[in-house]
Each structure stands twice: as C-alpha cells, then as structure tokens.
C-alpha cells in the first residue's frame, strides 16, 4: 500500500518476484534456487483529494 501526500498524476507499476520448489517421488521440497523478476509497464493513475466537512444537522 502506498500514501499519496498530494493530489495528481502518477506513474504506477506492478512488479511480481517468482520462485519454485519441486521435490521427486514425495521426497522434501527443494528450492529452485534463480528467481524471476518481471516488471509490467508503468500506467498513469489520477489521485483526487476530498475534505471532510462537519456540518450541523
């Protein structure tokens, strides 16, 4: 999760890590020891900013 201080636009991007295990005949696990790192294009997000206000009902 991220915090906007500020209204605007910003670039955002979704970056996944992927690992593996295997294991033979129902041995232990073993981890596949490389991981694969793949970045997805940045996109353009709009942050808006609203107020509360207290009003007398």
């Given at each position: 999760?991220?915090?906007?201080?500020?209204?605007?636009?910003?670039?955002?991007?979704?970056?996944?890590?992927?690992?593996?295990?295997?294991?033979?005949?129902?041995?232990?696990?073993?981890?596949?020891?490389?991981?694969?790192?793949?970045?997805?294009?940045?996109?353009?997000?709009?942050?808006?900013?609203?107020r509360s206000?207290?009003?007398?009902?």
């Open positions: 999760m991220h915090t906007y201080l500020e209204a605007g636009q910003f670039a955002s991007f979704v970056q996944v890590r992927f690992g593996a295990q295997f294991r033979v005949n129902g041995g232990p696990w073993i981890e596949v020891p490389d991981q694969v790192t793949v970045r997805q294009p940045a996109t353009t997000i709009t942050v808006k900013q609203a206000v207290l009003v007398n009902q």
